[in-house]
């Protein structure tokens, strides 16, 4: 398991990739959990979990995909 890593998203003036150890995330994280990182020189300095990012887009993802199953009964409807 040591030799696994994660790959992060990270959005600052640009957006860049940066491999980790997954063993270095905080417990709780996953595809999908957005962090709050400090980066220095292109390494992990810190990571902790931003569980109300994390929830905020999960629930437009929802609001999205509610209105996507509903435009498509709709559809469905016509036919």
Request: no cysteine; aromatic share 2%.
């Given at each position: ?5 994660a ?5 600052g ?9 997954l ?5 709780g ?13 292109g390494?992990?300095?810190e990571?902790?979990l931003d ?29």
């Amino acid at each position: 398991m040591d030799n696994i890593t994660a790959v992060l998203l990270v959005e600052g003036e640009q957006q860049t990739q940066l491999q980790v150890p997954l063993s270095s995330l905080p417990v709780g994280s996953g595809e999908g959990v957005w962090l709050l990182v400090r980066v220095e020189g292109g390494e992990l300095m810190e990571a902790h979990l931003d569980l109300e990012q994390t929830e905020q887009v999960q629930e437009r993802i929802r609001q999205k995909r509610a209105l996507l199953l509903e435009r498509m009964a709709r559809g469905r409807r016509k036919d």
